[in-house]
């Protein structure tokens, strides 16, 4: 039995969250999607941390199987698709609002996300109900 069996079979939640969505790369892509409404495979890979094709198509796998995006035909393209956040994916905002603040607090380098930040302090009921909607 594999390390991923046994975290889910621990009842833990925070082993359970891990597994789902837990990985850099994966919170960078649903990061893209609520923040920057990006939705598509050459989208993400132009992201600022620069992830791997063969990376970025595993995470696009999970995420799609886990039930935190969905997959459909891009209408101005039929040979591309585009993603989008689920209600599932959607549910992660407080945990994307959270890091960020967390962040924010204790890395003092400058931040990309200053902006973000900034409008997260100010209203942040309000910035989540936005990025929710889409």
């Known amino acids: 039995m594999g390390n ?10 925070l082993a359970f969250g891990l597994d ?5 790369w994966s919170l960078l892509i649903i990061r893209e999607m609520l923040l920057n409404g990006k939705k598509t495979y050459g989208e993400f890979l132009e992201i600022d941390e620069g992830i ?5 198509s595993d995470r696009l796998r999970h995420l799609e199987a886990e039930g935190i995006i969905t997959k459909t035909r891009n209408p101005e393209n039929q040979r591309s698709f585009t993603y989008a956040l ?3 994916g959607r549910d992660l905002a407080p945990v994307l609002i ?3 603040l967390w962040s924010g607090k ?5 931040h990309a996300l200053r902006a973000t930040l900034d409008k997260i302090k100010a209203d942040r ?6 990025i929710r909607s889409g």
Not at 4 to 13: A, H, I, T, V
Request: contains cysteine; proline residues 5%; positive net charge.
């Open 86 to 88: 689920t209600e599932k």
């Open 52 to 56: 791997a094709t063969n990376v970025l």
């Open 4 to 13: 991923e069996n046994k975290l889910r079979q621990s009842g833990c939640p």
């Open 125 to 130: 009921k309000g910035f989540e109900k936005k």
């Open 20 to 24: 789902m969505f837990g990985d850099r």
């Open 106 to 110: 204790h890395d003092r380098r400058p």
């Open 98 to 100: 959270e890091i960020i």
